[in-house]
């Protein structure tokens, strides 16, 4: 008998980080799948899912906006049972028999921003998520966070209780550093000597002040549509003249990668719950990391990196890009081999073993 586990693709997601985890994670799971099992698809209309080795894919009537509309309201006709994994929380929560009918579903969380700090997001994102975590607590037979912290943190949200379980992300398949660097970050115009900073609201001061005191320029990966003229005056708040602040968004996996792999340092300013997708890009590159202390970056980078109270990154940063640079450099590479999308599809497929 063959066990077949259907995977919401959702690669069109509004979130490029998660739908790139949609699609690691699923080609993870293709590659790692025990025998006698076989992974499906699950897209919405008008969607691809373009990972090899699918057994089937399952095109559902309802384009991306519409479907996330009819799961808020538990309207999933049309989708089956059986087992159900969704790399987000786009999944169809619905009532089901674990029991008799081995239906299970599960769903994943990568971040609590929606509760933690949702002012930061727009208001229907934030309805949608808080409607959808609630029909989760109500139908999943598992929530998925990527960092103990987290769940520690959503078990005080929700009264999910053992259904909470840790699996972490990784970085992209393959990211490496491409060939022509040199150019991708010629054509942005990026400077010879500077820090890659991420963070979110008034935590990027830290590292704005953090650059200006070891004398480098940052660039701010991830910086959003309309964010720039807070930005700025921030960074020349904490000390960092306007020129030498460089805002980057939408970035793709080369590129980002040509912009990390060139920065002296990976300076993560947030203390939010939230997977630190640049911090195992980083790692990944051998890039030194410091970051503020927080649970998320605790759990992460545990010895692959420098944590330190916030307020105090200035003098761990000058180390990481001083004396401490290469025995930073190899902590942090060594630290990125625990994660990958392999090992987290194996734990996904031992999830629903156990269930």
Request: proline share 5%; with cysteine.
């Amino acid at each position: 008998m063959t066990v077949q586990l259907r995977v919401v693709v959702d690669q069109i997601s509004v979130d490029a980080d998660l739908a790139r985890a949609a699609l690691g994670l699923t080609e993870g799971l293709v590659n790692t799948a025990p025998r006698g099992c076989v992974v499906s698809g699950i897209v919405p209309n008008g969607a691809e899912a373009s990972v090899a080795g699918l057994h089937d894919l399952r095109t559902l009537p309802l384009a991306r906006r519409e479907l996330a509309a009819a799961w808020q309201m538990g309207i999933a006709a049309g989708v089956g049972g059986g087992l159900i994994h969704s790399p987000t929380l786009l999944a169809p929560l619905v009532r089901h028999d674990r029991v008799h009918d081995n239906d299970q579903t599960t769903v994943t969380l990568w971040d609590l921003c929606a509760w933690e700090n949702p002012d930061a997001l727009p208001k229907t994102s934030v309805a949608w998520q808080r409607a959808m975590l609630k029909r989760a607590v109500k139908h999943a037979d598992a929530v998925v966070v990527p960092s103990h912290a987290m769940a520690e943190r959503l078990a005080e949200i929700t009264p999910l209780g053992d259904r909470i379980r840790v699996i972490a992300g990784a970085a992209p398949a393959g990211f490496r550093e491409p060939a022509d660097a040199s150019r991708l970050r010629e054509d942005m115009r990026l400077p010879e000597r500077y820090v890659a900073v991420t963070g979110d609201g008034e935590s990027y001061a830290d590292g704005f002040r953090a650059a200006a005191s070891a004398d480098m320029d940052a660039v701010v990966l991830d910086a959003r549509d309309g964010t720039g003229a807070a930005l700025i005056e921030l960074a020349t708040s904490a000390g960092l003249p306007a020129e030498r602040m460089h805002l980057l968004d939408g970035l793709d996996d080369s590129s980002r990668a040509a912009v990390l792999a060139a920065a002296g340092a990976m300076v993560a300013t947030s203390a939010a719950m939230a997977w630190p997708w640049r911090l195992i890009e980083a790692m990944e590159l051998g890039v030194p990391v410091v970051a503020v202390d927080s649970g998320v970056h605790s759990d992460v980078i545990a010895d692959g990196g420098t944590v330190v109270p916030s307020g105090q990154l200035d003098e761990a940063l000058v180390d990481a890009l001083g004396s401490g640079r290469r025995r930073l450099q190899v902590l942090g590479a060594d630290r990125a081999r625990a994660f990958s999308w392999a090992s987290s599809a194996e734990r996904v497929w031992a999830l629903h073993a156990e269930l």
